[in-house]
């Protein structure tokens, strides 16, 4: 079976990245395919935290627990461990490509680059909005996070 190391990436690490992690996580076991998943943010502001309630909950109404997850911040040994660092905007990647050594492997992205449709490739923060902006970034999440174990499976991808 096909392994991947994948880290999903956003601002605080309480809203998208969670979510983003719980839903790869979810349609992996539905696959022929491993994916090792783990979650962070560009900030520091919610290290040691759980993912937002209005998260929890979004996610919970379609079977997916994310509740024991914990905050954390990117890290440099990230970009050296995993295969894949997928982030949920623009400004998320202009700070991970910021710290990202030269020397090392990983693929970083914008993790709605994988759906066409996606909005310039952004997933809306909804952490000021209120809780529809959180079935909506499920919504956006979901569709992305198909289009991207499509890529992982497809013949193209095969150097890794
Ligand atoms: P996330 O959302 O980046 O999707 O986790 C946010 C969470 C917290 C804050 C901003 C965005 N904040 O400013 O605390």
Not at 85 to 90: F, P, Q, S, T, Y
Not at 136 to 145: N, V
């Given at each position: 079976m096909r392994s991947f190391k994948v880290l999903t990436v956003c601002l605080g690490n309480i809203c998208r990245s969670p979510a983003a992690q719980g839903i790869l996580?979810?349609?992996?076991?539905?696959?022929?395919?491993?994916l090792e998943l783990d979650s962070a943010g560009t900030a520091a502001y919610h290290i040691g935290n759980p993912p937002d309630s209005r998260s929890i909950s979004a996610l919970r109404k379609v079977g997916i627990d994310i509740s024991g997850q914990k905050a954390r911040?990117?890290?440099v040994v990230d970009f050296h461990e995993f295969d894949w660092?997928?982030?949920?905007?623009?400004a998320n990647l202009a700070n991970l490509r910021k710290i990202q050594p030269e020397d090392s492997s990983a693929k970083v992205v914008m993790f709605g680059e994988f759906n066409e449709q996606a909005n310039f490739g952004e997933v809306d923060d909804p952490y000021y909005g209120g809780t529809e902006g959180f079935a909506?970034?499920?919504?956006?999440?979901?569709?992305?996070?198909n289009a991207f174990v499509l890529h992982l499976n497809s013949k193209d991808n095969t150097n890794r």
């Open positions: 996580e979810n349609i992996a076991t539905t696959q022929q395919l491993h911040q990117v890290r660092i997928l982030a949920m905007d623009r909506c970034m499920r919504e956006h999440l979901t569709d992305i996070a």
